[in-house]
């Protein structure tokens, strides 16, 4: 039996995910799983990557534990986040979190040398605040002595990767979401950089995913009893997503549902127009040469903060339950709106909002679960009749892939907002994708369209259509 390894580290928690190819199916064993929190460290929200490394390697030996060891391995996580090297690899301060504060209104500073214009024009990429090349202009206004010591600048898988193989690569898809790759090349735009002043050293080669990065260091073999490939998969997390939608046409209309809400649809050729811009969609890296052309939508997160607040024994399921009893309550809100992307209280943000906006205030997690429910499918609908504006064309149905897949109420809501059919599925989306990159590389499939068949065939996908 062959098994490819997905490591799969999300904003909330990370796990090991086995893959196999059995009997004309994907099969999906989760062999390890830990947390993953943004923690206070030298007072800016950052990421434990130390930790988080010791839990990878934690999960490699339990492939040697149940001798099933991998063919080969690939990371996905989040995006823009990044990790600074010295030039003996020695990592720089830490993985400072894109929801910490240093980057507000440090969008000015960027603006005093090349246009927002300029920017989507070059790039294609979406503003939001806590993209790379905000976060660099951070770095260079507050602490420009830091960039005098870098050799260089790894996403965070990359980082991963690099630690696992001791190769420095910097895979497209992640790459892209640092508002400093150029949509025409695919590649870094080092005019732009230079314009910047950030140290042209410090970006490193751009790979594909489905590359392989390399084999295990000595060192991480011995710590874990084997060795094998560690492949640059679509390291994105949305992009891994995107991979595994089970649509047998190619115009469809995906939700990466997790964390974050991600809209949109693949096509081939970014679209850099002012339309695009002042509608705020971005042209993200995909597999196989695409573009994702989405919108960022705040998603899951403002429920899983909700959760938090109010007691962790409360499933999403019931409070997917109880918002559907207070489906009547009226209040919604922006989810878009900045207030809600670091709140220190969610419940307090959603209210002071519905206040602000002379609306009911939501008091039980019922009414505040709905509330966020509601909105989001308002959201969505929104954001469908934009995509069908700039493309000019129609769409009949939206794939709802990953963990979002499961709320029920918003997928009820969703079909009725839209208007469209909605198939959900799977939910273990970034790993399948993460997988059936590895898979592609090995040649089990023969194509992005033959491995999508297998997955809408290996895994239970839903249905959710309005009635009229």
């Not at 998969?233 to 046409?249: E, G, I, Q, Y």
């Not at 992307?341 to 959603?350: E, G």
Request: aromatic share 10%; charged share 25%; glycine share 6%.
């Amino acid at each position: 039996m062959e098994y490819y390894l997905a490591v799969d580290i999300g904003a909330s928690s990370g796990r090991h995910i086995l893959g196999s190819y059995q009997n004309g199916k994907l099969v999906l064993e989760e062999i390890h799983r830990f947390e993953n929190n943004i923690r206070v460290i030298d007072e800016h929200l950052s990421w434990d990557v130390d930790y988080l490394f010791h839990e990878i390697i934690a999960g490699m030996k339990k492939c040697k534990e149940l001798d099933k060891i991998p063919l080969s391995m690939a990371i996905e996580t989040w995006a823009v986040d990044y990790i600074f090297l010295d030039r003996h690899g020695k990592r720089i301060g830490n993985a400072i979190s894109y929801r910490d504060h240093r980057t507000d209104n440090i969008d000015q500073e960027v603006y005093k040398i090349v246009s927002a214009e300029e920017l989507y024009e070059r790039t294609g990429i979406q503003k939001q605040l806590f993209n790379t090349l905000y976060q660099l202009m951070a770095v260079k206004k507050y602490t420009p002595e830091i960039l005098t010591q870098v050799s260089s600048m790894l996403m965070i898988p990359d980082y991963f990767s690099y630690l696992l193989t001791g190769r420095q690569v910097c895979e497209y898809t992640n790459a892209s979401t640092t508002q400093l790759v150029s949509s025409n090349t695919r590649n870094w735009d080092r005019e732009l950089i230079e314009q910047l002043g950030y140290p042209q050293t410090m970006f490193k080669e751009i790979i594909e995913p489905g590359t392989i990065i390399g084999n295990l260091t000595d060192i991480v073999q011995e710590s874990v009893g084997f060795d094998t490939k560690v492949i640059a998969t679509a390291s994105h997390d949305t992009a891994s997503a995107v991979v595994s939608v089970p649509a047998l046409r190619e115009d469809f209309i995906y939700i990466s549902s997790g964390t974050w809400s991600l809209m949109g649809m693949e096509r081939n050729i970014a679209d850099c127009s002012l339309e695009s811009m002042q509608a705020n969609f971005t042209n993200e890296g995909g597999y196989n040469h695409r573009f994702r052309y989405l919108k960022n939508i705040m998603g899951l997160w403002m429920i899983q903060s909700l959760r938090r607040e109010l007691e962790e024994t409360l499933s999403f399921n019931e409070l997917c339950q109880m918002a559907k009893a207070n489906q009547n309550f009226p209040s919604r809100v922006d989810v878009n709106d900045c207030c809600f992307l670091s709140p220190d209280s969610m419940i307090k943000a959603i209210q002071d909002y519905c206040q602000n906006s002379n609306q009911p205030i939501p008091k039980t997690a019922g009414e505040l679960a709905n509330v966020i429910y509601q909105s989001l499918a308002i959201s969505y609908a929104a954001t469908i009749e934009e995509i069908e504006m700039l493309t000019r064309k129609k769409y009949e149905a939206i794939y709802i892939v990953g963990g979002g897949g499961n709320a029920e109420y918003l997928n009820e809501l969703t079909a009725k907002a839209t208007g469209k059919v909605i198939y959900t599925g799977p939910v273990e989306a970034t790993a399948t994708g993460n997988i059936v990159v590895q898979m592609l590389n090995n040649q089990v499939f023969a194509s992005l369209v033959e491995a999508r068949k297998c997955i809408k065939n290996s895994f239970e996908i839903k249905k959710y259509k309005e009635e009229k």
